[in-house]
T-cell receptor
């Protein structure tokens, strides 16, 4: 499968614990995005990387959230001191702008986080 | 700030009925426009996209959408829906100076009765 891969698919954690999610983008894509989706809502942008550089962070991304993309390949999203309000589906997407035309974003299946 | 509004939260149709889902966005500059679909238990998949050129774009599975710049709209249409079209549909906008970031509408859940 050459699509966007996210791990784990599901995560249940106790409030106050730290969690880390991983995203492996499509290999030739240089852009990587994180979104959060709650029930009944569309995905909300969190942050994005162009290669290894984090170019934009949403105001939704509090200080407890940190994302990295070492070497411009896979990315991790860490949430520290989780709160019940962090419960959501976390989506990763990738795209490419290496050619003249930017491709659309391709999404992974997401990591569903439940904070109890 | 940019925003995307989808007019209907839940649409229920019988098979063979025609479909139109509304999408309006607020942004004064040049945009790319997308419709994504999420079938039950699956990831978001692209239905169709508009970057430039002919404002009537055709996508997969018989879907099409029309970009009307003066109305800031990008409505999705299908002449005859099937039970397998049951899914959630998301309209999304990307402003050309925003690095590929997508702003999504809240989604429309489509239920097609067999």
């Amino acid at each position: 499968d050459t699509g966007v891969s996210q791990n784990p698919r599901h995560k249940i954690t106790k409030r106050g614990q730290n969690v880390t999610f991983r995203c492996d983008p499509i290999s030739e894509h240089n852009r990587l995005y994180w979104y959060r989706q709650t029930l009944g809502q569309g995905p909300e942008f969190l942050t994005y990387f162009q290669n290894e550089a984090q170019l934009e962070k949403s105001r939704l991304l509090s200080d407890r959230f940190s994302a990295e993309r070492p070497k411009g390949s896979f990315s991790t999203l860490e949430i520290q001191r989780t709160e019940q309000g962090d419960s959501a589906m976390y989506l990763c997407a990738s795209s490419s702008d290496r050619l003249v035309i930017t491709t659309e974003a391709f999404f992974g299946q997401g990591t569903r986080l439940t904070v109890v | 700030a940019q925003s995307v509004s989808q007019h209907n939260h839940h649409v229920i149709l019988s098979e063979a009925a025609s479909l139109e889902l509304g999408c309006n966005y607020s942004y004064g500059g040049t945009v790319n426009l997308f419709w994504y679909v999420q079938y039950p238990g699956q990831h978001l998949q692209l239905l169709l996209k508009y970057f430039s050129g002919d404002p009537l774009v055709k996508g997969i599975k018989g879907f099409e959408a029309e970009f009307i710049k003066s109305k800031f709209s990008f409505n999705l249409r299908k002449p005859s829906v099937q039970w397998s079209d049951t899914a959630e549909y998301f309209c999304a906008v990307n402003a050309l100076n925003q690095g590929g970031k997508l702003i999504f509408g809240q989604g429309t859940e489509l239920s097609v009765k067999p």
